[in-house]
Nanobody, 115 residues
């Protein structure tokens, strides 16, 4: 079972920022695209951002210009810098492979945007 450990979530006011981190096993991290996903209450999990091994990035339209995904291969860690947060960004955020995510997911990290 793959262990993915997300951290960095919290409660933030609209317009605020958070930086999420995800530590992944080195056995596959450096050879695969990584992604950040989120699941809001009552909604399906969706891909938010993806970064390939060559640092090509993809963002869902709703976060373009506000979120930045990056990776540190030396630390087997992927990050999500989230700026200008909106209430609709409230969700549990998960990391996983950017393509064909593993069936097992970490516990995620809760992001709540509220005044």
């Amino acid at each position: 079972q793959v262990q993915l450990v997300e951290s960095g979530g919290g409660l933030v006011q609209p317009g605020g920022s958070l930086r999420l981190s995800c530590a992944a096993p080195g056995s596959f991290f450096r050879s695969t695209a990584m992604g950040w996903y989120r699941q809001a209450p009552g909604k399906e999990r969706e891909l938010v951002a993806r970064i390939t091994t060559s640092d090509t990035t993809y963002y869902v339209d709703s976060v373009k210009g506000r979120f930045t995904i990056s990776r540190d291969n030396a630390k087997n860690t992927v990050y999500l810098q989230m700026n200008s947060l909106k209430p609709e960004d409230t969700a549990v955020y998960y990391c996983n492979r950017g393509w064909s995510p593993f069936n097992s997911w970490g516990q995620g990290t809760q992001v709540t945007v509220s005044s």
